[in-house]
């Protein structure tokens, strides 16, 4: 069945770096958009970044642009989100999901959880 | 790149209609027919419910739609029931995308 697996969050002080990635299955991912969209907790969502099935558009986020960079791997399915110079506000829940046409998300994983400390 | 307002919080009694508001400009809500809904159980990944202002994707109750007008656009839920409490968010979609500041949806 089509699958998104988030990996690669964690603890990390602020100013620090991490890598995010996403695996995929049960479908062409080369065919498709993919997004990295948070949650802060308690909060709602915020979307990061999208990169289209070539890898040329990339769109992010105001908030993140400068500091995060998505790119993927069509042959091994994967999706990544590179953090750096993190900051406590970037502390969240990271979804990897799908994109169909006119920018709906249809598939979403589980999440994974970014923590950063002060 | 600002949040779209929603309404904190709405409530009905199961078999009543709700709607949710999702307020824009018109560089988002406005600008295209690219506006969708995504509902979120506590705990759960977010779910598409109505995509393109008013179509549901397949499996979705048709007791879900979505109208735009201007630079707002609604989910209305009818004859509300115990499974719909949850958190809805609008999306809306140009070159990038911003979600509103979701609703949470209590069934009295």
């Known amino acids: 069945q089509v699958q998104l697996v988030e990996s690669g969050g964690g603890l990390v002080k602020a100013g620090g770096s991490l890598r995010l990635s996403c695996a995929a299955s049960?479908?062409?991912?080369?065919?498709?958009?993919m997004s990295w969209i948070r949650q802060a907790p308690g909060k709602g969502l915020e979307w990061v970044s999208y990169i289209t099935a070539s890898g040329d558009p990339i769109y992010y986020a105001d908030s993140v642009k400068g500091r995060f960079t998505i790119s993927r791997d069509n042959a091994k399915n994967s999706l990544y989100l590179q953090m750096n110079s993190l900051r406590v506000e970037d502390t969240a829940v990271y979804y990897c999901?799908?994109?169909?046409?006119?920018?709906?998300?249809?598939?979403w994983g589980q999440g994974t959880t970014v923590t950063i400390s002060s | 790149q600002s949040a779209l307002t929603q309404p904190a919080s709405v409530s009905g009694s199961p078999g009543q209609s709700i709607t949710v508001s999702c307020t824009g400009t018109s560089s988002d809500v406005g600008s295209y027919k690219l506006v969708s809904w995504y509902q979120q159980h506590p705990g759960n990944a977010p779910k598409l419910i109505i995509y393109?202002?008013?179509k549901r994707p397949s499996g979705v109750s048709n007791r879900f739609s979505g109208s735009k007008s201007g630079n707002a656009a609604s989910l209305t839920i009818s004859g509300l029931q115990a499974e719909d409490e949850a958190d809805y968010y609008c999306c809306s979609y140009a070159d990038t995308r911003v979600f509103g500041t979701g609703t949470k949806v209590t069934v009295l």
């Open positions: 999901a799908r994109d169909l046409e006119g920018g709906r998300t249809d598939v």
């Open positions: 393109e202002v008013s």
């Open positions: 049960g479908f062409t991912f080369s065919d498709y958009y």
